[in-house]
T-cell receptor, first 111, second 115 residues
Framework: KAGVTQTPRYLIKTRGQQVTLSCSPI?????VSWYQQTPGQGLQFLFE???????NKGNFPGRFSGRQFSNSRSEMNVSTLELGDSALYLC??????????FGSGTRLTVV | KQEVTQIPAALSVPEGENLVLNCSFT??????LQWFRQDPGKGLTSLLL?????REQTSGRLNASLDKSSGRSTLYIAASQPGDSATYLC??????????????FGQGTILTVHP
């Protein structure tokens, strides 16, 4: 079966711009979570969506937002990009919330 | 606040060795624990998921154990191979049966297996 698909794989953006990342979960998985991974901070939880509702949110500024569509696909948006937003953004999906499968990630570079 | 620590931070071994990676967590009130591997620049691949009622899981050359009372999990890799070289991460699920997506990860152990 198809895994978690994240697009695009790589992005280069300029400070001040905004960016949208996409995540398609495994078929039948309704919970989608997003994480930011950096060398200094490791993996940090951004937010989780289930049935188009945000159920949980990490400690990130309001520039980071997300949404989930009726087909469970999810997008995250970062506005007014900063250099520190450069990271690998990972999406994970789960059917029950008791075991997560991760995608390959989107590498965002802000210049 | 849950904190997860992985020891050692890095490990270099010759091919064929058996090895143990450690994961400890400060709050023993966890539900599940999951081990992942991550290759450079890639996503996370799930290795083993130890569910709430379990104390151990095995898959091929991998065996993971969980002792909630002591706040520890170990990942045992038998007969290591160069292809095992990667970063190994453990993640804990908060108690309650539903994590709402929020797993707490350790910083990982970077494993290098040389021929």
């Amino acid at each position: 079966k198809a895994g978690v698909t994240q697009t695009p794989r790589y992005l280069i953006k300029t400070r001040g711009q905004q960016v949208t990342l996409s995540c398609s979960p495994i078929s039948g998985h309704r919970s989608v979570s997003w994480y930011q991974q950096t060398p200094g901070q490791g993996l940090q939880f951004l937010f989780e969506y289930f049935s188009e509702t945000q159920r949980n949110k990490g400690n990130f500024p309001g520039r980071f937002s997300g949404r989930q569509f009726s087909n469970s696909r999810s997008e995250m948006n970062v506005s007014t990009l900063e250099l520190g937003d450069s990271a690998l953004y990972l999406c994970a999906s789960s059917r029950t919330g008791l075991g997560y499968t991760f995608g390959s990630g989107t590498r965002l570079t802000v210049v | 606040k849950q904190e997860v620590t992985q020891i050692p931070a890095a490990l270099s071994v010759p091919e064929g060795e058996n090895l143990v990676l450690n994961c400890s967590f400060t709050d023993s009130a966890i539900y599940n624990l999951q081990w992942f591997r991550q290759d450079p620049g890639k996503g996370l691949t799930s290795l083993l998921l130890i569910q709430s009622s379990q104390r151990e899981q095995t898959s091929g050359r991998l065996n993971a154990s969980l002792d909630k009372s002591s706040g520890r999990s170990t990942l045992y890799i038998a007969a290591s191979q160069p292809g095992d070289s990667a970063t190994y991460l453990c993640a804990v699920y908060p108690e309650g049966g539903t994590s709402y997506g929020k797993l707490t990860f350790g910083q990982g152990t970077i494993l290098t297996v040389h021929p």
